[in-house]
C-alpha cells in the first residue's frame, strides 16, 4: 500500500518536472527527453510494445493510465486502495477516506481535459500522497503496522531516487559545463524534490559530482538514499528487535540492510564518480532488491497453509 502511493506521487513529480524543464530547452534537448522518463521507471521494453515514439503525449498516456502498465499512476492508485481494504481493521479511518479521494480522483479523470493541462492533476495526487502520510503520522498506532509503512515508502524512495540518478547523471555527464548542463542538473534534483534543500547546503554552483553526492550519501535530506535506507533499517530493527551486539540474533534483512548503510557510510563518492558510478548505482539497486526479497520471505507468508490431519488423529487415539 504504502510503496504503491509513493510510486503514484514520484511519477507526477518526474513527469511534471519534465514538462517545466522543456520549456526552457533548446530544441535539441527536447527531442530526447522523453526516453530517459520511461528508463527511470525501467519499463522499456513494455513502452515500445505498445508505443513507436518517445513523445510528451505517448509516455504521459503509459505513465498515467495505460492499462497494461502496472507502474501507471491509475493503477498504483487502485492498488493501494485494494491494499488497504484488505488490511481496513488495522488502518484508520481517515487513512482509508484518503486513499478512497484518490481512488476515485483517478477513476473519475477526464483524459481529455488532462492532456491539454496535466498539472493540476499532478499536484492533487502529489498533495493526496503527503496527506496520506501526514495522516497516517497523526491517526495510526506507531507499531508493527505503521513501521511496515515507512520501511515501505522509503525503500520505494530510495528505489526512485537511485534510478533517477543513475539515468540523469549519465547524460549530464557527457555535457560540458554550460546552460544546459546546469539545467538539466536542476531537473535532476527538482525530480527528487532536492533542489531548494540542496542549495541550502550553501552550494555556490551547481556541479554533478556535488549533486549526485547530496542525492546519494545525504543523511538528512529525506529523499538521499542513505537517508531512506538508514530509516528503512531502523524500521527493520524496530519490528523485529534490535540485537544490539549479538550479531548472531540478525535476521537476514537486518544484516544485508545493515551491511548496505554501512558501505554507504564509509563510501568516498570520488571512487564511484564518472564511468565507476552507473556500476555501483546498478549494485546497489539489486542489493536494495534483495533486501526487498528477504523482507518478504521474512515477514510475509503467501502460501496457503492447509489443516492438518495429524492433530485430529492423535485426539481421536487419546479418546480411545
Known amino acids: 500500500m504504502s510503496r504503491y502511493v509513493e510510486r503514484a506521487e514520484d511519477i507526477t513529480r518526474i513527469l511534471t518536472v519534465n514538462f517545466h524543464t522543456l520549456l526552457d530547452a533548446p530544441v535539441e534537448i527536447s527531442e530526447h527527453a522523453w526516453q530517459p522518463i520511461i528508463a527511470i521507471t525501467g519499463d522499456e521494453e513494455l513502452f515500445l510494445e505498445h508505443y513507436g515514439e518517445y513523445n510528451a503525449r505517448n509516455v504521459s498516456e503509459f505513465l498515467l493510465w495505460n492499462p497494461s502498465n502496472p507502474n501507471a499512476v491509475t493503477t498504483c492508485i487502485s492498488m493501494a486502495r485494494e491494499n488497504a481494504r484488505s488490511v481496513r481493521e488495522q488502518i484508520s479511518s ?14 473519475d479523470l477526464n483524459r481529455e481535459v488532462l492532456g491539454h493541462g496535466p498539472y493540476e492533476f499532478f ?3 502529489r498533495y493526496g500522497s503527503w496527506a496520506f502520510q501526514g495522516i497516517t503520522a497523526e491517526t495510526m498506532t506507531h507499531g508493527d503496522g505503521y513501521e511496515f509503512i515507512q520501511l515501505g515508502k522509503h525503500m520505494e524512495r530510495a528505489d526512485k531516487t537511485l534510478r533517477t540518478l543513475d539515468v540523469k547523471y549519465a547524460a549530464v555527464n557527457m555535457m560540458s559545463d554550460g546552460p544546459e548542463t546546469s ?5 535532476m534534483l527538482r525530480s527528487c ?16 559530482a556535488r549533486v549526485a553526492e547530496f542525492l546519494l550519501l545525504n543523511l538528512e535530506f529525506p529523499r ?7 530509516r ?10 534490535d540485537p544490539g551486539r549479538h550479531s548472531h540474533l540478525l535476521n537476514n534483512p537486518q544484516r544485508l540492510m ?30 536494495i532488491n534483495q533486501v526487498g526479497y528477504e523482507i518478504m520471505q521474512t515477514y510475509f507468508n503467501t502460501q496457503v497453509i492447509l489443516p492438518l490431519k495429524y492433530p485430529y488423529q492423535m485426539q481421536q487415539q487419546q479418546q480411545q
Not at 539545467?183 to 531537473?187: G, S
Not at 538521499?224 to 538508514?230: D, G, N
Open 224 to 230: 538521499a538514499v542513505a537517508f531512506c535506507l538508514h
Open 183 to 187: 539545467l538539466q542538473l536542476i531537473a
Open 193 to 208: 524534490s532536492a533542489f531548494e534543500a540542496f542549495r541550502k547546503t550553501g552550494a555556490s554552483n551547481m556541479q554533478a
Open 258 to 287: 545493515g551491511r548496505i548503510c554501512a558501505e554507504l557510510e564509509y563510501l568516498d563518492i570520488n571512487e564511484v564518480l564518472d564511468k565507476n558510478m552507473h556500476p555501483f548505482l546498478d549494485q546497489l539497486l539489486h542489493k
Open 94 to 107: 481517515e487513512m482509508w477516506e484518503n486513499l478512497n479521494r484518490l481512488y476515485f480522483l483517478v477513476r
Open 232 to 241: 528503512v533499517l531502523r524500521s527493520i530493527n524496530l519490528i523485529s528487535g
Open 123 to 125: 499536484d492533487q495526487i
